[in-house]
């Protein structure tokens, strides 16, 4: 099973032309598009919501096809990992620094093999598709083992983990913030506004928002029968205040 991660969009042909790529080499794959709408460019919460996500996904026998490549064509290296016998495959760019923090062990490895026709901007079609296909199929290709310790992280520094990474279409807000991170008698606040817990979309009141764990064990601000995007006005990479 080969499950794609990226921030391509719904729209155009690369969807489709990276899943044709995948069925050229192996036609038995079974494809699962887990996420196509990844924050666009940005790494970083795509390295979050990537690890959460795969939490309620197979544990074994899957390849996670992950493309968010703000710096295809560059000199980062493409990559596959094998992490506590999963594989993800993609850029070493951070992208899948989270997933790396929540296993036992990783083996990392930089992926020499190269197509006939490798494009400048689409190695997810070109590269990485074939590559997580081949790991389906258990064809072998060339790689070499690289030291997990070598690999780029995503997070600077002085960067505030707590904002916003993820706005679904109901307009609810998933934060950075993962379950254990919150007390249910915290808040959170939002410019001026402090937003309480509460377990279920039914324990407030219609049009009231609220903060809760979502399914993914992410903190998530929504409201109820509303759109906490419009109500605070609220966009991907916003600061959100623990109190």
């Known amino acids: 099973m080969i499950i794609i991660f990226t921030d391509f969009g719904v729209n155009g042909p690369y969807m489709g032309q990276m899943k044709a790529s995948i069925l050229n080499v192996s036609t038995t794959s079974k494809i699962v598009d887990l996420m196509c709408d990844a924050p666009t460019f940005n790494v970083r919460a795509s390295s979050v919501l990537l690890a959460a996500l795969r939490e309620h996904m ?29 594989w993800f495959v993609g850029p070493d760019n951070g992208l899948f620094q989270k997933v790396i923090e929540g296993c036992n062990h990783v ?19 070109d590269l990485f598709a074939p590559v997580a296909a081949m790991l389906d199929a258990g064809i072998a290709f060339d790689k070499k083992t690289i030291p997990v310790a070598s690999l780029q992280n995503c997070v600077e520094k002085d960067r505030n983990d707590t904002d916003i990474i993820y706005i679904d279409d109901y307009g609810n807000c998933w934060t950075s913030l993962t379950s254990n991170m919150m007390d249910p008698g ?6 001026n506004i402090t937003i309480n817990h509460a377990s279920y979309f039914s324990d407030v009141k219609v049009g009231e928002a609220f903060w809760y764990v979502n399914s993914s064990g992410l903190i998530e601000i929504s409201v109820n029968q509303g759109n906490a995007k419009l109500k605070f006005d609220l966009k991907i990479g916003d600061h959100i205040e623990k109190l």
């Open 186 to 191: 915290g808040n959170l606040k939002v410019g």
């Open 58 to 86: 197979p544990s074994q026998s899957c390849v996670y096809l992950c493309v968010v490549d703000p710096g295809v064509g560059s000199p980062r290296k493409p990559i596959c990992l094998n992490c506590d016998g999963v």
């Open 107 to 125: 083996e990392a490895f930089e992926i020499l093999w190269k197509p006939s026709h490798l494009s400048h901007t689409f190695h997810g079609r």
